[in-house]
């Protein structure tokens, strides 16, 4: 076990060390956010109607970190495209390093936007006067589940990269599978309006089920439109759904980087 976490923390600084060379990126990350969440709630705040009749700074908040947490997939996708083909992995294959903790490391990594993103967002919110319940505990768990959703992402990007495996592809396929799932929920617009079989599938999406719990841990009492169990269990939804997309996509990504070794 103490190699096997070697192995990960090994990985996982060589990839940090090579986002910390581009620190552009984590200051978009952190800067975009925020942007996207004084904008969006100033331009619309006075127009727009939320459940609960909070601010629509509070409610637009959250969806704009999962839509952070759920881009981590074209990000992981891009990344292991990239040591395809620059021979990472198979130098790697020459060394006695699990094929999981390769993937593990990477995940760590790219996943950390989110928190940069949550860093921005939180303050922006609470100095906007939209986050004045806010708790300090209440905020570290939403920070968590939205790293959780993150890391569900960057294993599903990972394991797209070892299927694609070319950069144009990825950037053709990863809009497609995650346009319907941002867009089908309730991460900017309340679907009140929407067909009534509609919004039981808005409801039911897991990341209607993220955006509400944070909503919920970040002091905006958030009303999911479906009724019944995922209205009453939005947190753990969300994190039945976030647990249940590592546990599936991180074996099939391990699959998938052994066949990635024989193709080549």
């Known amino acids: 076990m103490a190699e096997f976490l070697g192995d990960v923390r090994a990985i996982a600084g060589r990839h940090l060390r090579h986002l910390l060379r581009l620190p552009e990126k984590l200051i978009g990350f952190t800067v975009m956010p925020v942007a996207m969440v004084l904008g969006l709630g100033i331009l619309f705040g006075g127009s727009m109607r939320v459940p609960g009749g909070g601010p629509y700074g509070a409610f637009v908040s959250a969806g704009v970190v999962t839509s952070i947490a759920v881009s981590t997939t074209a990000v992981s996708a891009l990344g292991v495209v990239d040591d395809l083909q620059d ?35 939180v303050p922006a919110a609470w100095a906007a006067g939209w986050a004045d319940g806010l708790r300090p505990t209440a905020a570290l768990a939403a920070v ?116 990635a070794g024989l193709l080549r």
């Open 87 to 121: 021979g990472m992995f198979d130098r790697l294959r020459s060394l006695p390093v699990d094929r999981t903790a390769i993937l593990l490391g990477r995940i760590v990594v790219d996943s950390l936007p989110v928190v940069a993103a949550m860093a921005g967002v």
């Open 144 to 259: 968590g589940l939205e790293l959780l959703l993150a890391m569900g992402c960057s294993c599903l990007g990972i394991l797209l990269g070892l299927t694609v495996r070319n950069a144009e592809a990825v950037t053709s396929v990863v809009p497609v599978c995650l346009l319907p799932v941002t867009f089908l929920s309730n991460a900017f617009v309340p679907p009140d309006g929407l067909p009534g079989w509609l919004r039981e599938l808005v409801g039911w999406n897991p990341v209607t089920a993220v955006n509400s719990a944070v909503r919920d841990l970040l002091g905006h009492q958030d009303t999911m439109v479906a009724a019944g169990f995922p209205d009453r269990h939005a947190a753990p939804l969300a994190i039945g759904f976030c647990a249940l997309l590592i546990a599936l996509a991180v074996p099939a990504a391990v699959r998938a980087h052994g066949r």
